[in-house]
């Protein structure tokens, strides 16, 4: 990714209504995370078991590995709504050529090339030729999802090596915390690094809140957007390769509707649909959150389509709450000001 910036340069202005940086502190949703996680221990069955929290950090792994770079994407004021999609044509992939005969340390590469080629499209169609991102990767979402299926048909492959796939699971000692959490937690912490503390973000914050303003600043906002949208496709697809592993299953179907949890954390995570604002800190909060409400609901049997209602019901809140707080801190100026 490569940002560049005249010099100097003042800092590029907020559009109206929208936010600059803010500091990646994510109070209020670690707040509702800590406060659920207490309740759901003391009112759920087997919540706070070292078991159930593995499997808990499992499913939300997976979540937040995607959200790192989408959510780059979101503070440009950009969307990426293929990335479960291309998920799910990395697995079916990875089995076609499993199938093949080719070994693994050959095929992830092959699978995590194959995610930078299916970002560059995103990009590309963004970027170069000016169309919406929602429009672009909506269309994308079905593309991807019916190669899928070209590749591997209804299928599934599932003799993967059990050395690979016993390691997608394993845990640390006797602790419980997925083995997959380390990797994780580094590209938490240089996601973080570049997003808060270096001009990359600087110039990603600015693009959300005024792409104009951005250009004006010297900031290249096609080749930036174009290399982050790069950046999720080889994540997705490293996210494929993990989620292959970890159920040892290859399939065209694997992670269907994951993309609206990955949103769901980002929004919940207090980061602006329009761009501009928003912290990594709380992203991870809200994957954490969203995993750990359906979990708690999977424990009391709770059927799959209510946890998608769920899911649903979280991602429409995110987006809402923010608009109404707005307005209502409106209103309560508006006299002051007459």
Do not use: C
């Amino acid at each position: 990714m490569t940002v560049e910036t005249a010099t100097p340069t003042a800092p590029a202005p907020a559009a109206p209504g929208r936010r600059g940086p803010t500091l990646p502190s994510g109070s209020v949703i670690t707040t509702f995370l800590v406060l659920f996680l207490v309740v759901a221990a003391f009112t759920v069955d087997g919540f706070a078991s070292t078991r159930n929290a593995g499997f808990l950090l499992l499913d939300v792994v997976v979540i937040a590995l995607i959200a790192l770079p989408l959510t780059l994407i979101v503070v440009t004021g950009e969307i990426d709504l293929s990335v479960a999609s291309t998920v799910g044509l990395s697995s079916a992939v990875m089995g076609r050529l499993w199938l093949a005969g080719l070994p693994l340390e050959t095929i992830v590469p092959l699978v995590l090339v194959l995610g930078a080629v299916l970002g560059a499209v995103n990009g590309f169609l963004v970027t170069r030729l000016g169309l919406p991102s929602l429009a672009v990767t909506i269309g994308t979402l079905a593309l991807y999802r019916g190669l899928a299926f070209v590749v591997l048909g209804d299928q599934a492959v599932a003799d993967f090596p059990r050395a690979w796939t016993t390691w997608a699971i394993s845990s640390i000692g006797s602790t419980g915390i997925p083995t997959v959490v380390l990797p994780l937690l580094v590209l938490v912490a240089v996601t973080a690094v570049v997003l808060h503390a270096t001009p990359v973000g600087r110039a990603l914050y600015a693009m959300g809140n005024s792409e104009d303003a951005a250009r004006f600043s010297g900031i290249d906002v096609a080749r930036t957007k174009l290399w982050l949208f790069v950046v999720t496709g080889v994540v997705s697809a490293l996210g494929g390769v993990y989620w292959t592993l970890r159920y040892g299953s290859a399939r065209a179907d694997n992670a269907t509707g994951l993309e609206l949890q990955v949103i769901a954390a980002i929004l919940l995570g207090g980061v602006s649909i329009f761009g501009g604002s928003g912290g990594l800190l709380g992203v991870i909060a809200g994957a954490l959150l969203l995993g750990s409400v359906r979990n708690a609901l999977q424990l009391v049997n709770v059927p799959s389509d209510v946890l998608n209602i769920v899911t649903g019901v979280l991602l429409i809140a995110a987006v809402v709450a923010p608009q109404v707080a707005a307005r209502v801190r409106g209103r309560r100026r508006r006299p002051a000001a007459t």
